[in-house]
């Protein structure tokens, strides 16, 4: 994964932090279709109280800016739970994400041989999946998507199931209103045709691009001016440095890495209002899970204003944003 969010200003109506329903996940790919899930969710929204209907998600700075400064939101790691049956970067723990109400995936971005982009972390397909040897013998890249869909992907406890590899159209079409996205580019894949297909299906302001140097920032402000951009700031004259590359405040998201995440720095991202990103799964995850003590992340959740973790359906159990600090971000998001 990599770091993180901030993006443009475009106005969003009311939104609940308590994400829709999706209705009962199958194993299956072949029952996972984007259409399958839109009357899913159609169906499971007649069923809660947690979400205005006839609502679009807000831009996810507005988002950042009205969430009550003692609670942080929850990114899963590349977009599934660590010891669950659910694939990495895949349709299927998109929808379990949705349904546990995390509010964040982070996801990984590939492009194969014949220009068609799909969600895979590795460069190569053994650790993640299984099938014919003549495909899982291959670089992703020199893949074809209709061998690809030969593969079978293993789940996060290197069980094979029924799921194929994922395109990212399907997962953006599917994400669209209900789950906020960060994209890490693969170095497989175009950014340039990785942001078209982002524009194209209406996400831009639901994304967060994350660069890894300078060069890349600048490379995604020039395809995408309007978005959020995740920027590794480290220390507090970081944030002039970028900006005089030519990337606006207004845009940045801070990852702060390994950390530690210094009330220093956390104080300097404040007075930008630059939301800061920080990740429970260099360290945390293991604490916590050795441990046993969830309070971990409370504590570790004080001055990050996003928590990318492994464990993300846990993560989120315990920093769920609730009562009225929830109904006061509904109201803040109603007024941008």
Same mark, same amino acid.
């Given at each position: 994964m990599t770091k993180f969010l901030g993006s443009n200003f475009y106005k969003g109506s009311i939104f609940s932090?308590?994400? $829709?329903?999706?209705?009962?996940?199958?194993s299956c790919q072949k029952g996972n279709t984007t259409d399958k899930i839109?009357?899913?969710?159609?169906?499971?929204?007649?069923?809660?109280?947690?979400?205005?209907?006839?609502t679009t998600y807000p831009d996810v700075i507005d988002l950042f800016a009205c969430k009550p400064a003692e609670n942080a939101f929850v990114a899963a @790691?590349?977009?599934? @739970?660590?010891?669950? *049956?659910?694939?990495?970067?895949? &349709?299927?723990?998109? %929808?379990?994400?949705?349904?546990?109400?995390? #509010?964040f995936a982070e996801?990984?971005?590939?492009?194969?041989?014949?220009? *068609? $982009?799909?969600?895979? @972390?590795?460069?190569?397909?053994?650790?993640?999946?299984?099938?014919?040897?003549?495909? &899982? #013998?291959?670089?992703?890249?020199?893949?074809?998507?209709?061998?690809?869909q030969k593969l079978l992907l293993k789940d996060t406890n290197d069980a094979i199931t029924a799921t194929r590899p994922s395109s990212f159209a399907d997962i953006l079409t599917y994400a669209k209103d209900k789950i906020y996205l960060e994209i890490d580019f693969k170095s497989s894949a175009s950014e340039a045709d990785v942001i078209s297909k982002i524009k194209s299906a209406g996400m831009l302001h639901q994304v967060i691009l994350i660069s890894y140097t300078t060069e890349?920032?600048?490379?995604? @402000?020039?395809?995408?001016?309007?978005?959020?951009? #995740?920027?590794?700031?480290? *220390?507090?004259?970081?944030?002039?440095? &970028?900006?005089?590359?030519?990337i606006p405040i207004n845009v940045m998201t801070a990852w702060t890495g390994e950390g530690p995440l210094t009330l220093e720095l956390a104080n300097a991202l404040r007075q930008h209002n630059i939301p800061i990103l920080a990740a429970s799964f260099f360290s945390i995850d293991?604490?916590?899970? %050795?441990?046993?003590?969830?309070?971990?992340?409370?504590?570790?959740?004080? &001055?990050?204003?996003?928590?990318?973790?492994?464990?993300?359906?846990?993560?989120?159990?315990?920093?769920?944003?609730k009562g009225n600090n929830l109904q006061n971000m509904k109201t803040c998001l109603a007024q941008q």
């Open positions: 932090i308590l994400l $829709l329903s999706a209705t009962a996940l199958s839109t009357k899913d969710d159609v169906r499971a929204s007649n069923n809660t109280s947690n979400i205005s209907n006839n @790691h590349r977009g599934t @739970h660590i010891g669950s *049956k659910f694939p990495e970067n895949s &349709l299927i723990s998109l %929808q379990a994400l949705v349904k546990n109400n995390v #509010s996801i990984d971005v590939a492009q194969l041989t014949d220009g *068609k $982009l799909i969600t895979f @972390h590795d460069g190569t397909w053994e650790r993640r999946s299984v099938g014919p040897n003549e495909v &899982l #013998s291959l670089p992703v890249a020199a893949t074809t998507w209709e061998q690809s890349q920032a600048q490379r995604l @402000h020039n395809l995408a001016p309007t978005a959020a951009i #995740s920027v590794g700031i480290f *220390k507090p004259n970081d944030i002039k440095d &970028l900006e005089a590359q030519g293991n604490q916590v899970k %050795q441990s046993g003590n969830t309070y971990i992340y409370t504590e570790f959740a004080k &001055l990050p204003d996003l928590i990318v973790t492994d464990s993300a359906f846990q993560t989120q159990q315990v920093l769920e944003i």
